[in-house]
């Protein structure tokens, strides 16, 4: 079984800042692209900030120069670094990422639960 498991989602103020987590376990073999997407109430999941093996990023224009993508490949691990957060924000955020369970298998694309992040005004 493969799991991914979110935390750091919270309430905090416009103009704060949080670290989401995403540790994944079980049985893999390797991680290819990881990342986060967020999903607002009534509207669609939209995809936030996506990282590569090797480190290559890509960012949503609306979070440009304000979220930090980055990952530990030996903890398995991808990170959200969310500084001057804004109302619009809120939302549920989820990681997905690409895994080999064993060599020979497919990459298959697995998401998280959802951690809420809530930013008043």
């Known amino acids: 079984q493969v799991q991914l498991v979110e935390s750091g989602g919270d309430l905090v103020q416009a103009g704060g800042s949080l670290r989401l987590s995403c540790a994944a376990s079980?049985?893999?073999?390797?991680?290819?692209?990881m990342g986060w997407s967020r999903q607002a109430p009534g509207k669609e999941r939209e995809s936030v900030a996506n990282?590569?093996?090797?480190?290559?990023?890509n960012y949503a224009d609306s979070v440009k120069g304000r979220f930090t993508i980055s990952r530990d490949n030996a903890k398995r691990t991808v990170y959200l670094q969310m500084n001057s957060l804004k109302p619009e924000d809120t939302a549920v955020y989820y990681c997905h990422a690409d895994i080999k369970r064993a060599l020979g298998y497919p990459y298959v694309e697995y998401w998280g639960q959802g951690t809420q992040v809530t930013v008043s005004s």
């Open positions: 990282i590569a093996r090797g480190g290559t990023t």
């Open positions: 079980g049985s893999i073999f390797n991680i290819n692209d």
